[in-house]
């Protein structure tokens, strides 16, 4: 039996208390930024906005959906997302696979697995990688965003770790029965290791989603930005020359948007899908994170 002290109470008491305050703390810079995206130019400008919008307006938003670009730059997001997502599981599995097994079953392993951290504490520079891309010729295509980051070594070694957490005896138990590696990795391993995939998809889907910078300097034209990108150009540079024309009422909406009301706007349909996504992976983050981080 667990008894109960007054100073147990009272240790527990405040700190739920800290732990309410914490979360709030992080809850309520978004219901700001909410707030301001929904709020007038002249509110957020004068800083008269808290949780709650001043003279409640849709303008901000209006300025980012006002253009066929937005649609264009949201559909190159969700190609993006698809196909990099299928690519970076599928090499991730049959990376890590072979990686987790022991020097005595793959004789070069330790050389390998090296090889993949040492790319994760050097890399060949900026330079280096816009020549290789150019030079492979998918320059200005959905290839350019996914190709360079098809192997993220980071998931390798997180799933590496978890395929070496789990008994060896299942391994054993598909050989004697007759199955091959690939029956093994489809039908014992990958089944058994959904905590580490949801958590492997959900850093996956956030960096393709976010991504931006190999966008603009990948991207000749403006149709083939992904959303990120095309957010990060029209409203943080404001920089409207990589785009078409400029229609009256997007130069309407200028006039009525702010600075701020325009990046709020943008932080809220940006963080919109990740938003959608995450409560389906909740439950299987924090499992991944720990049993794929504890190994060797």
Not at 179 to 186: D, E, K, P, R, V
Request: aromatic share 14%; charged share 10%; net charge positive.
């Amino acid at each position: 039996m667990h008894y109960r002290t007054r100073s147990h109470t009272v240790f527990q008491t405040l700190n739920y208390a800290f732990l309410a305050l914490l979360s709030l703390s992080c809850i309520f810079p978004f219901i700001h930024i909410l707030a301001v995206s929904f709020s007038s130019k002249e509110a957020s400008t004068a800083g008269l906005v808290g949780l709650l919008p001043v003279h409640f307006t849709l303008k901000s938003y209006q300025f980012i959906l006002d253009k066929p670009e937005f649609g264009h730059a949201f559909v190159v997001s969700l190609k993006r997302v698809a196909i990099g997502l299928s690519l970076n599981m599928l090499l991730t599995l049959l990376t890590a696979y072979p990686l987790s097994k022991e020097v005595k079953s793959f004789r070069f392993r330790t050389g390998y697995a090296w090889f993949c951290v040492f790319t994760i504490l050097f890399s060949g520079g900026l330079m280096p990688w816009y020549v290789t891309i150019r030079n492979y010729g998918i320059m200005d295509t959905i290839w350019a965003l996914v190709l360079p980051g098809a192997v993220p070594v980071f998931n390798v070694i997180l799933l590496l770790n978890f395929f070496r957490g789990l008994p060896k005896e299942l391994e054993e138990s598909s050989f004697i029965d007759g199955a091959g590696h690939w029956t093994t990795l489809w039908k014992i391993y990958t089944p058994l290791s959904l905590p580490a995939l949801a958590t492997i998809t959900l850093f996956t889907v956030v960096d393709h989603w976010n991504s931006w910078f190999d966008g603009l300097i990948l991207m000749r034209h403006a149709e083939h930005f992904p959303l990120s990108t095309y957010l990060q150009t029209i409203i943080v540079n404001v920089d409207l020359t990589k785009l078409n024309s400029v229609s009256p009422s997007t130069a309407e909406m200028l006039a009525n948007v702010s600075d701020r009301t325009a990046k709020a706007a943008q932080i809220c349909v940006a963080i919109l899908p990740v938003l959608l996504v995450y409560p389906f992976l909740q439950k299987y983050f924090v499992t991944g994170i720990v049993l794929g981080s504890v190994k060797e």
